[in-house]
């Protein structure tokens, strides 16, 4: 069975705001990380080419795979992430939120945590070889929503980009990782092909390939955790904390979402 790493980074930058720094990585860092895999002799690939070939088109993966995903779309990764990205010839995939893009204009929707990608950086990314994919359009917690607002979150983000980049976008990734058996329908309806959840473990072909699993890496992210983590050596000692946060407010947030729809039912609503 095929266990493959897929990274999940947000914002690469030695000056986070308050609201991104936990997950902010210094990019020399981020540059010793891709040294490590190189040498290590770890062969990164897109999430889409990941899920195709796990799924899809019945090629195997490349030996030893990797999958560099960013979330969000900060500027920093034009900035910082993209340079460091071409001096190692990796390719990675950016989930964009279509609302919180810098010049989104009459489209902004949500708060954004930092500065963000401009469409034309989007564009220049994506011609680089980076794959593009879905975030939503305004990065709420989908779960949570009702279904009309989850189809107009879903759809419009993926409009947007396809419109805006002239390129299918057949992946996303859940704001927050938060998603239910209800927002995968959804997300398939939608015409993505698959999506990644956090889950903090190593992915293989037995995951729903619209939850597939991803691997934090913070600005607290040692080397030595990072070695442990690609090379799947005790990953789920390594995320304990995080997977029973995970696990623990999955509960609560079921939990929350029924009531909301015994209100609206009770209310007529």
């Given at each position: ?7 999940m ?54 030996t030893?795979p ?22 190692f ?6 989930f ?16 954004p ?122 990953v ?34």
């Amino acid at each position: 069975m095929t266990r493959v790493p897929i990274l999940m980074y947000h914002s690469i930058t030695d000056t986070p705001t308050a609201e991104t720094r936990p997950l902010a990585v210094r990019p020399g860092d981020f540059a010793d990380q891709l040294g490590y895999l190189k040498d290590r002799g770890f062969t990164p690939i897109t999430f889409g080419d990941l899920a195709a070939a796990l799924h899809g088109n019945g090629r195997k993966p490349p030996t030893r795979p990797v999958v560099i995903t960013f979330d969000d779309g900060y500027a920093d990764f034009h900035r910082e992430a993209l340079p460091i990205l071409t001096r190692f010839g990796v390719p990675a995939t950016v989930f964009l939120t279509s609302g919180w893009l810098r010049d989104a204009g009459p489209d902004a929707a949500g708060r954004p945590l930092d500065t963000m990608l401009s469409w034309g950086q989007a564009r220049e990314a994506a011609d680089s070889g980076i794959e593009i994919g879905g975030h939503s359009h305004s990065h709420p917690q989908l779960d949570q929503l009702p279904g009309p607002a989850l189809r107009q979150e879903l759809r419009r983000n993926k409009a947007l980009l396809e419109d805006r980049l002239g390129r299918p976008v057949t992946t996303m990734a859940y704001p927050f990782g938060y998603s239910s058996a209800r927002v995968r329908v959804e997300t398939r309806a939608a015409g993505y092909l698959a999506a990644c959840a956090v889950g903090n473990a190593m992915t293989t072909e037995r995951h729903d390939v619209l939850a597939l699993p991803r691997l934090t890496v913070s600005r607290g992210t040692g080397m030595g955790r990072f070695r442990n983590a690609v090379e799947g050596n005790a990953v789920p000692l390594i995320y304990l904390r995080e997977r029973l946060l995970t696990k623990g407010y999955a509960v609560v947030r079921r939990t929350r979402y029924a009531v909301r729809q015994v209100r609206q039912v009770a209310h007529g609503e």
